[in-house]
């Protein structure tokens, strides 16, 4: 993914933001050549499956604030390891955790108008921006501070992996709903993450919580749902991270699909 022009990386420290998914190429068998018909096989019938068992795991918090501490409304993105596993800048699989709110204030029904254009009647006044690092092999909590210009402080944001980058979209801060803009926590450096504004053209969700976003086909992101400020939504947009320029567009999908939710 390309970035904002007043936020790229210089070319000699910080990579663009990239697509690493694969190419999307129809393989026909070669001419002359039958392709093997494949016998369909039946699929056995399962009953319920048993609940997984959770096992509770003693994190290791060195400093009080590497740990995030209680929360609600943060986002927990899992992120591959970077670099060759025994190198001296190797760090394995960790877990991103961006955001939440600390505190609550206010509520749909009773809040003071909004003090900003679709602003929702809810105030998050212990909203963050704060970013935490969990390494599932060593159980470790560490806080990160990147360079570059951060996401305003939010909670009932969207977080969504792609590579070894954290893409961060809507939610809800202090002075009502956050803005649509897409931000990229790139972690692709070992030790320098970096935050990014991505350039996206033409309209998009608009600004929006409690909605959900995935990375589909390892190409698409797929925002669906959430809330306006005034009401709840059931709409479907989809942004190809392998064509540019970047924009949003709005899916018409066929069937009956889910009420407006969030």
């Given amino acids: 993914m390309d970035l904002d022009s007043s936020m790229a990386p210089e070319a000699d420290q910080d990579p663009t933001v990239q697509n690493n998914g694969p190419t999307l190429v129809n393989k026909s068998s070669t001419a002359g050549e039958s392709a093997p018909v494949e016998t369909p096989t039946a699929t056995p019938v399962a009953g319920p499956r ?79 921006a704060d970013v935490h690092s969990y390494d599932v092999l060593t159980n470790k909590w560490s806080r990160i501070t990147p360079i570059g210009e951060p996401p305003t402080p939010r909670a009932a944001h969207v977080a969504t992996a792609v590579g070894t980058m954290v893409v961060i979209q809507g939610g809800i801060g202090p002075a009502g709903l956050s803005a649509e803009d897409l931000h990229v926590l790139d972690l692709t450096q070992q030790h320098r993450p970096r935050w990014h504004r991505v350039v996206v053209q033409g309209p998009g969700p608009g600004p929006r919580y409690g909605h959900v976003m995935a990375l589909v086909g390892q190409r698409y992101l797929m925002a669906i749902g959430g809330n306006d400020g005034k009401r709840p939504l059931a709409d479907v947009w989809a942004l190809d991270t392998a064509a540019k320029p970047y924009e949003w567009r709005k899916l018409e999908p066929e069937g009956e699909g889910p009420p407006p939710c969030m």
């Fill in 50 to 128: 048993c609940a997984p068992t959770y096992t509770a795991v003693q994190s290791v918090i060195e400093k009080k604030e590497d740990g995030p501490g209680p929360r609600c409304g943060h986002t927990l993105t899992a992120v591959p390891a970077v670099g060759e596993e025994g190198s001296p800048n190797y760090i394995g699989p960790r877990l991103i955790l961006f955001g939440g709110a600390t505190a609550l204030e206010g509520n749909s029904a009773a809040a003071a108008a909004p003090s900003s254009p679709g602003g929702a009647g809810i105030r998050l006044a212990g909203a963050t």
